[in-house]
């Protein structure tokens, strides 16, 4: 079982319906133009992407650096998934696209390719509903509730485990 080295919480804006984890080498890179948009994760190189409703505004976001794959975190989660993303560098940026990047103090063990699970939930106190943003769906979403010390009354939180699966 993995054990957790460090983790960062900070609050983000979404913006375009995306928030972006970002290596630090990365300029105005994006994901890939062929990136599945029927998923929640578009990935790219150095780069991930996560699709936010277009009613999220917020996003409380913990990102947990871990020596190897942690067990999923407890709880009722409207969703999750998985990536593979080569990070060069090893150190980290988060980035809304109408607000620029900044830097995450998170530790990463070193550059090389790292897998990440993102695992979200979303606000039900704000009288809201929320709705797909993947393509060709305009669903609302099954949102369990749970997590409200973790919202902090944001619209989103994302809880994102990151391991390294290979050394650059």
């Keep these: 079982m993995g054990r957790l080295l460090d983790s960062f919480q900070t609050k983000a804006s979404a913006s375009y319906r995306l928030l972006g984890l970002h290596d630090t080498t990365m300029g105005a890179e994006t994901f890939d133009a062929d990136a599945d948009r029927s998923k929640w994760l578009l990935p790219g190189p150095g780069l991930v992407y996560l699709q936010t409703p277009p009613e999220v505004i917020t996003v409380a976001i913990r990102l947990e650096s871990w020596t190897t794959a942690p067990p999923p975190a407890p709880g009722p989660w409207a969703g999750q998934e998985e990536v593979e993303v080569a990070l060069p ?76 699966t290979a050394t650059a």
Aim: proline share 9%; with cysteine; charged share 20%.
């Design 89 to 164: 560098e090893g150190e980290l940026q988060l980035q809304a696209l109408d607000a620029g990047p900044w830097k995450v103090p998170l530790v990463l063990p070193s550059p090389g390719t790292y897998r990440m699970r993102w695992q979200w939930v979303f606000n039900p106190d704000i009288g809201r509903t929320f709705t797909s943003p993947l393509e060709d769906c305009f669903d609302v979403l099954n949102n369990p509730g749970g997590h409200a010390a973790d919202l902090k009354g944001q619209d989103q939180f994302c809880l994102v485990q990151i391991w390294r």
